[in-house]
C-alpha cells in the first residue's frame, strides 16, 4: 500500500504492464505527492526507520518525490491502496533478506539500507508522468485501465489478492475457463483477501465451491457463491470434510496443520491438486541467508512434492505473481460482474496505523483499503 502518494514503477516489462496492474510494488517506489502541485520535491509518506510493532510507522510530509530514473518507468499519483497481510509482517522484517536483494542486488549485505523505507503493494491512481519509451500508458490514465466499473478504492483492493489467487489456480493448479466445470473445490480460509476473490473466480469458471471460514463469514462466502460452507470452529473440520464427496483442487490460504489432512481429502491418481499459499519460502532466507534459505526451500518443497506424488496427488506452492495479462482477464471479469472487491473497512490516509492493526488482528472479511486521497 502506498503510503504515499506516487509512484516510479521501474519494471523492465512496463511498456506492456498496464498500471492497475503494476501494484507490485517490490519493485515500485511509490511516493505521496503533496496535493497542491506534482511539481512538489517533496510530497508526504508513511515510512518506517527500523522494523518492528505499530510503533515504527512514521508520517512524513518531506519524502522527495519520485523522478523518473529509466525510460521504461512511470510516474503515479495514487488515489487508494491496500494493506496485506505481507505489509504488516515486512513491518516487522518479514522476507527482508529477499526483498532487499531485489531492491538492490549489490547492497545485500549492508544492513539498514532499506530505511527510510514505505511498505505496500497495492495501488490504484493516475499516470502523472512516462519515461521517453513508454508506449502503453499516457499522463491521465487511470492506473492503468482499471476496470472501467471500479472506482479507485474498489480497483485498489484486488491486484495483489487477484493476481496471487490467479497464480495459485491457474498457473500453479492449472484450472481455467474451460476446464473446470463441475470440477470440487475446496478453499480453506475462504473469507479473506485472497479467499473472497477466489471463491469468486472459481464460480465464474462453473466449479463447485466450498469455502471452509468461521461461522459468522458463512454468509459472507454463500453471497460470493460458495456452494457449500464449512464452519472450522464448530467440530472437527477434517472430519466435516471427509463426508463430502473428495476434491479435484484445494486452495489453502491457512497452513500450519491443515497440509497434515488436507491431501487426503483429494481424489486419489486423477490428477488432483492441492496448492498453498503458505509457505517458509522468505523465512527460510531470512534464517538461512539467501543462497541456504532457497536451498533448504527447494529441498523442502521437492520432498513434499514427491512424498504427494507417490500417494497419487499433487502437491504445490504458489506465490503472488505479477502479470498485466492475467490483470486484463481479471479486470474483464469484473466489468462483466462476475467479480466484485470485498472491501470490509476503509481508512483515510491518516489512519494508516489504524489500518495496519486491523490487519494484524486478523479475521479478515475481504480487504482493508486506504484512500489516500
Ligand atoms: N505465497 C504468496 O505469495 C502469498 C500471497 C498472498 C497471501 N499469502 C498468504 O495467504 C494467506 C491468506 O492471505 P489473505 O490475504 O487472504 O489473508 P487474510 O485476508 O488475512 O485472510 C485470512 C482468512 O483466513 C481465515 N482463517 C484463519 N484461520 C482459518 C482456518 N483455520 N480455517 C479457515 N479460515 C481461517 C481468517 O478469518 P478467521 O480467523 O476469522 O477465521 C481470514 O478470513 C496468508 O497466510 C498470506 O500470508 C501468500
Not at 180 to 198: D, M, N, P
Not at 217 to 227: C, E, I, Q, T
Not at 346 to 356: L, R
Given at each position: 500500500m502506498e503510503f504515499l502518494k506516487t509512484c516510479v514503477l521501474r519494471r523492465k516489462a512496463w511498456t506492456t504492464v498496464c498500471f492497475w496492474r503494476s501494484q507490485v510494488i517490490q519493485k515500485l517506489s511509490v511516493r505521496k505527492i503533496g496535493t497542491t502541485s506534482p511539481r512538489s520535491t517533496v510530497m508526504p509518506a508513511w515510512v518506517i526507520d527500523k522494523y518492528g510493532k505499530n510503533e515504527v510507522l512514521r508520517f512524513t510530509q518531506n519524502m522527495r518525490m519520485p523522478i523518473i530514473h529509466y525510460p521504461n518507468e512511470v510516474i503515479i499519483k495514487v488515489h487508494a491502496t491496500s494493506v496485506n497481510p505481507i505489509d504488516v509482517n515486512m513491518r516487522s522484517g518479514y522476507g527482508a533478506a529477499a526483498l532487499n536483494m531485489k531492491r538492490d542486488p549489490l547492497h545485500i549485505k549492508i544492513k539498514g539500507e532499506e530505511f527510510p523505507l514505505t511498505l505496500g503493494r497495492d495501488v490504484s491512481g493516475v499516470v502523472m508522468e512516462c519515461g521517453l519509451d513508454v508506449k502503453y500508458f499516457k499522463p491521465g490514465d487511470e492506473v492503468s485501465h482499471k476496470p472501467k466499473s471500479l472506482t479507485h478504492t474498489q480497483a485498489a483492493s484486488l491486484p495483489y489478492v487477484a493476481l496471487t489467487a490467479w497464480s495459485a489456480i491457474n498457473k500453479v493448479g492449472g484450472l481455467n475457463e474451460k476446464n473446470?466445470?463441475?470440477?470440487?473445490?475446496?478453499?480453506?480460509?475462504?473469507?479473506?483477501?485472497?479467499?473472497?476473490?477466489?471463491i469468486q473466480v472459481m464460480k465464474a469458471w462453473d466449479a463447485h465451491v466450498t469455502a471452509v471460514c468461521s461461522q459468522d463469514?458463512?454468509?459472507?462466502?454463500?453471497?460470493?457463491?460458495?456452494?457449500d460452507v464449512i464452519d472450522y470452529k464448530s467440530g472437527n473440520v477434517e472430519e466435516q470434510l471427509k463426508?463430502?464427496?473428495?476434491f479435484d483442487f484445494i486452495l489453502d490460504n491457512v497452513g500450519g496443520s491443515t497440509e497434515t489432512w488436507a491431501l487426503n481429502l483429494l481424489k486419489k491418481w486423477s490428477g488432483a491438486t492441492y496448492v498453498t499459499l503458505v509457505t517458509p519460502f522468505l523465512l527460510n532466507m531470512d534464517r538461512l541467508g539467501v543462497a541456504d534459505g532457497m536451498l533448504q526451500t527447494g529441498v523442502t518443497m521437492g520432498s513434499k512434492t514427491l512424498k504427494h506424488?507417490?500417494?497419487?496427488?499433487h502437491y504445490r506452492w504458489a506465490f503472488f505473481m505479477a502479470s498485466g495479462l492475467y490483470l486484463d482477464d481479471i479486470a474483464k471479469l469484473v466489468d462483466e460482474g462476475k467479480i466484485q472487491p470485498v472491501i470490509e473497512k476503509?481508512?483515510?490516509?491518516?489512519?494508516?496505523?489504524?489500518?495496519?492493526l486491523k490487519v494484524e488482528r486478523g479475521h479478515a472479511r475481504g480487504k482493508t483499503v486506504i484512500n489516500v486521497i
Open positions: 473446470c466445470t463441475g470440477k470440487r473445490v475446496l478453499i480453506l480460509g475462504a473469507s479473506g483477501g485472497v479467499g473472497t476473490f477466489a463469514a458463512s454468509g459472507l462466502v454463500k453471497k460470493l457463491g460458495a456452494d463426508s463430502l464427496k473428495p506424488f507417490w500417494q497419487g496427488v476503509t481508512f483515510p490516509f491518516s489512519e494508516v496505523p489504524e489500518a495496519f
